[in-house]
């Protein structure tokens, strides 16, 4: 096999794959190849939709991070799982399918000074990428899902949609959020997500979409090597000419892609000798090109649950999840027709975004920077999430088997301000770097998480969904703010939406590593593609943002090389 190649992209995650599938499938047919360090994985039963939240227990298919010990999360290591296989965490996400708000990409148009990043053109890659399916179960009222057509695609890779079958207890659910005064928003991907929608999931059919979907069938000119991390980018001099895995070298003559990324790509980047220099020279590795942004800026989502036991006949939780014979039969059923109760619970989802005007008018938002709150004051940018019907018995140790019945809301806060880092803390370049988001350490971030909790308060209060409630599982103690803030130290959760190590902006910003081009500043040939780069924190779960902005780092690869546009 030629080691040569026009194009190497590091990493086949939803960046990754986007940049591969973009640029392989063009005219001119240049030869890419596609490095990914875990397995392929290729087993369909990997794909069950009502499993997808525990795919990511899989080890073989996981990179087992964990974050530093958190100072102000009681001293707590949180989970910070990242997929190690083709598709990328994609494969083992939770199928949550939102591209955000239409200010967010405004925003990152703004700061990095390059229109191809509003929300016009972001709009139609992400239809060029989705085939989307919204039909919505027989009965079920239009109300809570009326997507246009206008705002979707119908012939991308990606099958995402509703699922066919609901549980029943989600309708009413709903209801009890428009009584208690939020409103209802048909579509929550038409750009403006604020109401509460039904989940649009990147799943069709019982079956998950992943990124792998995008390189199937793969062309000729594609190679995918699987069971091959990168351990360096090979240069010369200032400029990129291939990568190194496990001592084979790859060569590329024309551009070197990294999509390994928020945690990965600024390991890579460091043991080639192109980051904080004071953190090389600490592990004897030889500086090239000082970039003390590299690594720096890390922020991510995070969110806490509400846990209540239900009556029996509100839900029907414990007459599939207690009875394993009534799930190895759901199995089979799925096995063979891709329906039934796997296809089925947790499969679909409430999910809504909402503002928070106690936090726009409290005094840690008027600290902000005027960007920042003009920003959040943007109309489609919310403040926080609730999702519900989250299947929790799977991430609570020895869960009472009484207790299946159950409603959990997962409540998740907004453009936390806490910036944390991921830093070396070895030579050698197998080794993890250590990762600090620093979860709660600004004082912002305390209000969000208080404000969002307080107002979700106004479901769980409501007395339409209190008459189901049988006992608490999971709450807080009060609704003080103290009592709050100590509920998330002691439960929060990273939503595994890690950003902005290798952050995108103008040349001279002194936070940026990459320019609108997505290219590696100092450096020829080597660009940075996945969601390291994100100059935002954007309103939403992020792999959808994760292949839009590999969708856009090829078109601006295809326009710049005169590839051909497909």
Known sequence: MASTFDFIIVGSGPAGSAVAAGLARTPKSPKVLLLEAGAKYEDRNLRVD?????????????????????????NRQIDYSRGRCLGGSSAINFGVYSVGARDDYEEWARIVGDDEFRWEHIQARFKSLETFHGEVPAGVDKKYASPKASDHGSSGPLHVGFAAEWERDLPPLLDVFEQAGFPLNPDHNSGNPIGMSVLINSAHKGLRSTAADLLTPPPDNLTIITGAPVQRVILEGKKAVGVESNGKKYFASKEVILSAGSLDGPRILMHSGIGPAEQL????????????????????????????????????????????????????????????????????????????????????????????????????????????????????????????????????????????????????????????????????????AIESLRDAFRVIKNDAYTKDNVGELAVPKSDSDEDLLEYWRQNISSSWHMTGTIKMGKPGDADAAVDNNFRLIGIEGLRVADMSVAPVLPSCHIQAVAYVTGATCAEKLVKEYDLGRV
């Not at 600490?282 to 800026?297: C, L, R, T």
């Not at 620093?438 to 209000?447: E, N, Q, V």
Request: glycine share 6%.
């Open 50 to 74: 009502g499993q997808r939240w525990i795919t990511f227990q899989n080890k073989d298919m996981n990179w087992g991070y964990s974050t530093a010990a958190q100072e102000h999360c009681n």
């Open 281 to 448: 020279e600490k592990y004897n590795i030889p500086v090239v090109h000082s970039v003390p942004a590299i690594g720096q800026g890390l922020r991510d989502h995070c969110f806490c649950p509400l846990v209540y036991t239900r009556t029996d006949s509100s839900t029907d939780r414990r007459a599939f999840f207690g009875d394993q014979k009534a799930m190895d039969d759901a199995l089979e059923q799925w096995k063979r027709e891709g329906s039934g109760p796997w296809s089925k619970f947790a499969c679909e989802l409430g999910i809504g975004w909402f503002k928070l005007d106690k936090l726009t008018a409290s005094k840690e938002f008027q600290e902000l920077p005027a960007d920042e709150q003009k920003y959040l004051l943007q109309e489609t940018v919310p403040h926080y999430e609730i999702l519900t019907h989250f299947p929790v018995h799977w991430f609570i140790p020895n869960f009472p088997q009484d207790a299946l019945n159950y409603s959990c809301l997962l409540v998740f806060f907004y453009n936390a301000q806490s910036k944390g880092e991921v830093t070396l803390q070895s030579s050698d370049p197998n080794v993890p770097l250590r990762f600090d988001p620093k979860f709660l350490s600004h004082p912002f971030d305390h209000r969000a």
